[in-house]
């Protein structure tokens, strides 16, 4: 496949999960959207299908949030366009867990 | 030479603590899954290294862990390869989909919420996992909105037996303060077509034909929050036990009330007796003397902690009504911990073991049947499940 090179930070317990550390660089189909790039992170780290959003409906789960180049992105299209900072992997599309709970 | 092996959930990660027969040192292993709530963990009567645990997170959802080494190594076994092309754990295991197919599954209906309106059936976690008596292979799930699935294949995939969710009385199931969950499931080791689960706030349900068709049991069931007290269904279970050398005797803690039944959950009446107070969430049974019966009261629904600050197990060797307390070893002042519905367990040894964990993060071993207890571990996580393996 050729395709975009892009960043995507994932949080801990997901980092831990898919058994993997830092931040990811993706090879990701264009145009490069978040479905994209949730398409190549589950493709290459199975265990992540349904930790993101729903396996079924495709919807984020409801305490994740997509951030990059200081925007929230969580409630655009998932097939809208990224920033064309992470389409080109200059900037990171940061998936973060909400801030909540002991 | 016999080995103990607790599998300890909690609310942060899962633990294993092992032991000789003699239950006097433990070694403790874990945690496992650090930071995720680990709501069961249970091993295979079949093959005891097999382990299933649920692995839950209101961020990330459901995952099913599976151990086939006793717990030194964990697959995440469910759907599509098991392992991914670049050589990463595979998953799907949080693949619980309710059943709507015209052939086998049941509508997708609503049920009563909190506020008494309809609320579509949502899956939110695996509660209790009840691997097969017969086939390793072969696990139950009981699940939030309450369900049952089973897997085949070792929790690679896992299909709705939808006639329980599809039951006739599903609209009119609630959640109680822990959410609309399937909680308990008994297997009859007589029977492999029967199958008790209690969902709280519904009831118990039994099966005889494998789990496709239900029956609520709730006959003799009381609970003064319903607007008709003899209600088939609506009455707040919090933990089934039974005895494998006596299937059939089911002993029940409700929201309050200590039940008993003698003819497989048709009917049941109340064997609180002495008491001191009938609320808990804990019930389980001796493993050899099917008469002797274990609690452990916690004050009211409004105050989860053992009366006066003082942590008592009761004891009933009558099978119910006549009931005393065990405290030797455990804190007797200032003590405010729960024991939840999952947390205690029997191993099977001639001079039987209790066991059962705290939300203080204790968990406590009885090796000669509750007369003297000690704490295995004091500071864990809270404890949501506790489940003990005798292995030879």
Redesign the interface.
């Known amino acids: 496949m050729s395709g975009a090179l892009v960043q995507v930070e994932i949080?801990?317990?997901?980092r831990?999960?898919?058994?993997?550390q830092g931040p990811l660089e993706l090879e990701v189909a264009e145009p490069v959207t978040i479905a994209t790039i949730l398409d190549a992170l589950e493709?290459?780290?199975?265990?992540?299908?349904?930790?993101?959003r729903d396996?079924?409906t495709l919807q984020r789960?409801p305490?994740?949030r997509f951030f990059a180049c200081a925007e929230d992105l969580s409630h655009q299209s998932p097939d809208a366009p990224l920033p064309e900072a992470v389409a080109q992997g200059k900037e990171p599309l940061l998936i973060i867990?909400?801030i909540a709970?002991g | 030479m016999t080995k103990i092996r607790v599998l300890a959930g909690t609310r942060k990660g899962a633990f294993i603590l092992t032991s000789d027969g003699k239950r006097d040192a433990w070694e403790v292993a874990g945690p496992f899954f650090a930071g995720w709530e680990i709501y069961h963990m249970k091993g295979s009567p079949v093959n005891p290294n097999r382990i299933y645990v649920s692995q839950t997170s209101g961020w990330f959802g459901q995952i099913i862990q599976r151990s086939d080494d006793g717990g030194k190594t964990w697959t995440t076994p469910g759907g599509g390869p098991q392992k991914s092309p670049q050589g990463f754990p595979a998953g799907e295991s949080n693949r619980f989909v309710y059943d709507t197919s015209e052939q086998t599954g049941a509508p997708l209906t609503t049920h009563q919420w909190y506020d008494g309106t309809q609320h579509p059936w949502e899956f939110k976690r695996v509660w209790h996992l009840e691997p097969s008596l017969t086939d390793a292979e072969a696990v139950y799930a009981g699940v939030e909105d309450a369900a049952l699935f089973r897997s085949a294949d070792g929790g690679h995939s896992w299909q709705e037996l939808s006639g329980l969710r599809g039951h006739g009385t599903g609209p009119h199931w609630q959640p109680g303060a822990g959410g609309m969950c399937l909680h308990t499931i008994v297997l009859d080791p007589a029977d492999p077509e029967r199958i008790y689960i209690a969902i709280s706030a519904a009831g118990a349900f039994r099966s005889d034909d494998g789990g496709k068709s239900w029956k609520p049991i709730n006959k003799g069931l009381r609970s003064q929050f319903l607007p008709d007290q003899d209600s088939e269904i609506g009455h707040c279970v919090h933990h089934i036990a039974m005895s494998p050398r006596r299937p059939g005797v089911l002993f029940m803690q409700k929201h309050w009330d200590v039940m008993r039944s003698d003819d497989a959950g048709d009917s049941w009446r109340e064997v609180s007796g002495n008491l001191p107070t009938d609320f808990g969430f804990a019930i389980d049974v001796h493993a050899h003397e099917p008469e002797t019966i274990y609690v452990a009261p916690i004050k009211s629904d409004s105050e989860h902690f053992p009366l006066d600050g003082k942590l008592q197990v009761w004891r009933s060797k009558t099978g119910g009504q006549e009931w005393e307390p065990l405290t030797r070893g455990l804190p007797q002042k200032d003590c405010y911990v729960n024991v939840l519905r999952d947390a205690m367990a029997i191993d099977t040894l001639d001079d039987c073991g209790i066991y059962f964990g705290t939300t203080g993060g204790q968990v406590y071993c009885s090796p000669d049947g509750g007369d003297h207890w000690k704490p295995i571990v004091r500071d864990l996580p809270a404890v949501l499940s506790v489940e003990v393996q005798t292995l030879s």
Do not use: E
């Open positions: 949080p801990f317990h997901l831990t999960l898919a058994q993997v493709s290459r780290y199975p265990v992540l299908r349904g930790t993101i396996h079924g789960r305490f994740l867990g909400a709970g």
